[in-house]
């Protein structure tokens, strides 16, 4: 079995990369990705935590969060999150010709890539460039041209408020951001 190792980070900002199993195009149906944004906003509720930046793409999503000063517990947050998601929908999405042997005897379902990974933010700079990064990703994935074509993402909000100027990404170059995936 493999062992993750994780930061723990109280109050920590941390970004994420959390991807479906096999990368299926979940995200692509409008259902699938409003009963995410309830799992999301009732985990929110129940074990606060900051969104700073936040794409979900029709196969993965990058997310940046900030915990609150004493919490260390991103893991209990994104396994809420994804359990909140899969019990929901799990009569639609779970694909039994999809699971292997291993995924059959231990009874894991076929929704979500197992595990997912997260970057401990070092500071601002890192911060800024992890956020543009979640923000330019639909770009960087040929599914849009401009990243305000984009309407899953919290680029909008930023161009709302005052943090990115209209016509921000149009010029983004990918060298320019890091290259997680």
Known sequence: MRTYRRAWVPGGTFFFTVVTYRRRPLFADGIARDILGQAIRTVKSERPFEINAWVLLPD?????????????????????IKARFTMALKPALHEPALATRWMRRSRRHTVWQRGYWEHVIRDDDDLARHIDYCHVNPVKHGLVDNVADWPHSTFHGYVRDGIYPDGWGKDVRFSDAIGHE
Request: no cysteine.
């Open 60 to 80: 993965h999503m990058h997310a940046v969060w900030t915990l609150p000063g004493d919490d260390t517990d991103y893991p209990g947050r994104w396994a809420a």
